[in-house]
C-alpha cells in the first residue's frame, strides 16, 4: 500500500516533535533517462534509509505533461532495478495528487497563509525587468498581497501566491551544507496554485513529501534555493520540515560541468557498456562520500557506513579510469558462474546480443564457465568478457584480427604443422599434457616456448592475445584444437 500517512493534528502542530521512522524518497522528474547524478542521489537515499531500517519511496515527478513520457519512466525503474536500489511500496506519481495539491493551496488561502494574485503575464514581465534593472532579487512586488479580491477585473484568472514572511529569515539547518540562511525580505511571495488551477512544483513536493512522510530529503544541491521556499511552505502550514541535505552536483574531470564526453550518460549506458552493478553502486557511493581511506565495500559495508555528514561540500569529479578500475576488481572477484549470468543479462542491450545469445549452447556455456578464470582476469567489464570469449564460439575457418594475420608467417604455419603432430599423441587431453607436448618440442627444435606459444595463440583464437594458450587447448577440447591448427598449418 501507497505509504501516504493521515493529515492528524500531531502533524499539523505547530512545533511536532519528529518521531516517525526514518523515511527517504528518490524523486526524479521523467523528462529523460536516469542520469548518473539521479542514480548517486537514489543510491544516497538507498543508504541513508537501509542503515536506519528505515524506507526508500519513489515518487515519479511527472507534472511537466509536455515532456514527461512513458519510456522515460520505464528507464527510471529498469535503471534503478538494475542497481538494485529497490524500493519501498508503490510507485507514487505526482500528477495523480493533483486534486490534492489544489486542497492545500485552497487551504492556505482560507487560512490567510495565500493570497488570490490577478496579475496579467504582461505586468509580470514588467516586473521582473524593473526588479532586475534596479538590483532586485525580490522579483514581485507584492501588488496583491494586501489588496481586496474584489478590486480585480471582472472574470481575471488569478494565481494563489504564499504569504511570505517580509522580514526575518529562513534557515534550513542542512546536514551536508551546514546552517544557510536566506534574508526574507530578498524571497518572493512566490506561486503555489497557477492561473490554470495547477500546482507549483514547490507546492506539489511538499504536500506530497509531507503525506508521505518523509523524514529525511537528500537531493542535489541545485535544489538548495528550493530548500528555502519549500521551508516556508512547511512554515505556514505548521507541519514538520524534513531534515534537508543538498549534496554538491558531479563535475568531470577537469572540474567544470559534467558532460557526456565526461560520462553524463544514462545508467543504461553504462549497463550497455558492461560494467557490473555492485561496481557502480561501489562507485557512485565514493563520488563525494569517503570513509577514511576505504575504496572498495560491500553494499552490506555501505549500508553500515553510509551517513550524512561524511559528504563532501566540493563537487565530486567523475573519473572514467577509476571507475574501469573498481569494476576490473568485481570483476576478478565475482563468482565464474554469477559472471555468466549477468552476461545473459547484458545481452539484451547490446546491438549483436540476440546474434551472441544464439550461440550460447549449453556446451558453449560450459566451455565458458571452464575459461572464467583467465577471462575475468583480464577484463575490466562484461563486454570486454564477452570478447574476451569469443574465440570459443567463433565458426571456423577462424576469423583472424591484425595482429594475429601478422603473427600466422609461412614459417609460423610451418611450425603450427610440426606442433600440430605432437599433439596429436597428448593423452589426456589437458593443460599439464598440452604444455609437456608443446615444451617438449620447442626444446628440440632449440627455440623458446614462446616462439611457439604465439603463433598457436593465433591459430586457435585468432587473436594476439588470450587466456593461457594451455588453457584454451584445454577449453576447445582435442577435435576442435586440432581442427582449427590444421585450418591455419594449411592455409596459404
Known sequence: MTAFRAMSASH??????????????????????????????????????????????????????????????????????????????????????????????????????????????EELAQMREKAKAEGKTRLYDGRWRDRDPSEAPAGQPYAIRLKAPL???TVVEDQVQGRVTWQNENLDDFVL??????????????VDDHDMAVTHIIRGDDHLNNGARQTQIYQALGWTIPVMSHIPLIHGPDGSKLSKRHGALGVDAYRAMGYLPAAMRNYLVRLGWSHGDQEVFSTEEMIAAFDLPQIGRSPARFDFAKLESLSGHYMRTSPDADLLAAIDGLLPHLANGTDIAAKLTPPIRSQILAAMPDL????????????????????????????????????????????????ETVEPWTPAATEQAVRSYAETKGTKLGTVAQPLRAALTGRATSPGIFNVLTVLGRQESLARLRDQASAS
Not at 496554485?193 to 511538499?206: E, I, K, N
Not at 575457418?397 to 603450427?416: M, V
Open 12 to 121: 499539523d502542530a505547530r512545533h511536532p516533535v519528529m518521531t516517525d521512522p526514518i523515511v527517504t524518497r528518490f524523486a526524479p522528474s521523467p523528462t529523460g533517462f536516469l542520469h548518473i547524478g539521479g542514480a548517486r542521489t537514489a543510491l544516497f537515499n538507498w543508504l541513508y534509509a537501509r542503515g536506519r531500517g528505515g524506507k526508500m519511496l519513489l515518487r515519479i515527478e511527472d507534472t511537466d505533461r509536455e515532456r514527461s513520457t512513458k519510456a522515460a519512466i520505464d528507464a527510471i525503474l529498469d535503471g534503478l532495478d538494475w542497481l538494485g536500489l529497490h524500493w519501498d511500496g508503490e510507485t507514487v506519481y505526482q500528477f495523480s495528487r493533483v486534486a490534492r495539491h489544489r486542497e492545500i493551496a485552497e487551504r492556505m488561502l482560507a487560512e490567510g497563509k495565500a493570497y488570490r494574485c490577478f496579475c496579467t503575464p
Open 167 to 169: 522580514s526575518g529569515e
Open 193 to 206: 496554485l497557477r492561473s490554470d488551477g495547477t500546482p507549483t512544483y514547490m507546492l506539489a513536493v511538499v
Open 376 to 423: 575475468k582476469e583480464r577484463a575490466k567489464t562484461l563486454v570486454e568478457l564477452i570478447d574476451a570469449a569469443s574465440f570459443i564460439w567463433s565458426g571456423r575457418p577462424l576469423a583472424l584480427d591484425d595482429k594475429a594475420t601478422a603473427l600466422l608467417t609461412p614459417e609460423a604455419r610451418g611450425l603450427i604443422r610440426e606442433v600440430t603432430q605432437a599433439l
